[in-house]
């Protein structure tokens, strides 16, 4: 066998290390220009904004309310032009511009995430409120982020927290997308965008990719505006046929589950929350999210009643309002987008039982 010459090895190792760099630099590339989580700015990134169902939520949220924070620091040079760019929205809305900036929030997991603040702006007429609840948010990531946000200036008045027993027995592991601000995680800026540029976002850059070619998304965040979401997919599917559509999510023939054991350490966490909104003088308002049956029976009447008072011990409340079966009854498929998920058109119904002590 012929050996291997010496400039034969080294145009070897050149070709390598250049394929390596390729190689290397593909995925910073990818990650910019799909941009599935949507941390980098839309400049180089294909589709429409807060469109994937990847948005990670928790970051764009409190980095939005960051923004709006320094944009009323008096004579800071953001606030300067938050100011400018509100005379314009004023002069365009021809002086019915309200205020952006929020004083009050809805927290929670998905469930929440589905409520139009201005529902919960009834209840609270003297407040503005934003919905800053994330999907699977568990007590420490909420606690978290609204010190973050207070350390930072955002100003937080009241807090309504629509509460259910999954948050507190999900032991689900969850990726790139439902990482923590920086300043709520304690991590640099530096270190997130590092982590951003090389994450391995192949399935979720390839789904952000169908979405932006059909033009049809799952999902949609309302991340600069009143911070809710909307679930078009299932919106779509309900408007094309709703029987079909239920027929799908709820299967006749679905067999029963038990829900997993609780997990202690969320109730010590959602303690430290509640102490600290307490400390804090945040006015702060939970109930019990209604229920599908199906999850309700799931856990049980013993274990829901277990939930209740344990809710009720560690907010030190009289009573934690139970919204739990508002929405159960022969048509109750009909109220649902699945088992976890009342519908849009649900919401109002849920808030004022949530609130209905509130004036």
Not at 77 to 105: E, L, M, R, V, Y
Not at 202 to 224: A, C, M, N, W
Not at 340 to 350: P, S, Y
Request: net charge positive; charged share 25%.
């Amino acid at each position: 066998m012929k050996a291997l010459s010496i400039g034969s090895f080294e145009s070897f190792w050149k070709v390598a290390l250049v394929a390596g760099g390729i190689a290397a630099w593909s995925l910073p590339v990818w990650n910019v220009l799909v941009n599935p989580y949507q941390i980098f700015k839309a400049t180089y990134s294909i589709g429409d904004r807060y469109s994937s169902s990847t948005t990670n939520e928790r970051y764009l949220k409190v980095e939005y309310l960051l923004k709006q924070a320094k944009e009323s620091t008096p004579n800071s040079p953001q606030a300067i032009i938050g100011q400018i760019n509100n005379q314009a929205a004023d002069k365009k809305s021809n002086g019915n511009n309200p205020a952006t900036n929020h004083d009050a929030f809805i927290v929670g997991s998905s469930i929440m995430g589905l409520v139009d603040p201005a529902l919960v702006n009834q209840h609270f007429p003297n407040r503005n409120f934003y919905n800053l609840a994330f999907l699977a948010a568990k007590p420490d990531e909420i606690l978290a982020t609204l010190q973050a946000l207070k350390r930072n200036g955002v100003t937080i008045k009241t807090v309504v927290y629509g509460l259910e027993p999954i948050a507190f027995t999900d032991s689900k592991s969850y990726g790139p997308a439902y990482e923590l601000h920086p300043e709520a995680s304690g991590k640099s800026r530096q270190r997130m965008a590092f982590n951003y540029l090389f994450a391995a976002s192949l399935k979720d850059g390839f789904s952000r990719l169908v979405t932006s070619i059909s033009g049809k998304p799952s999902v949609r965040y309302d991340i600069e505006g009143t911070g809710r979401y909307f679930l078009e997919r299932y919106d779509r599917e309900i408007g094309q046929d709703h029987s079909a559509f239920i027929r799908k999510q709820f299967p006749a023939n679905a067999k029963p589950v038990k829900a997993p054991p609780w997990i202690n350490s969320r109730f010590e966490d959602f303690r430290k929350l509640a102490k600290w909104l307490k400390d804090e003088k945040i006015e702060a308002t939970y109930y019990l999210n209604p229920l599908h049956p199906q999850v309700a029976h799931a856990y049980g009447a013993k274990r829901l009643a277990e939930f209740k008072q344990k809710m009720t011990e560690l907010t030190e409340a009289e009573s934690v309002t139970d919204c739990t079966d508002l929405l159960q009854g022969n048509d109750v498929n009909q109220r649902f987008y699945d088992y976890k998920h009342f519908r849009q058109e649900e919401a109002d119904k849920v808030v004022d039982c949530g609130l209905h002590h509130q004036n």
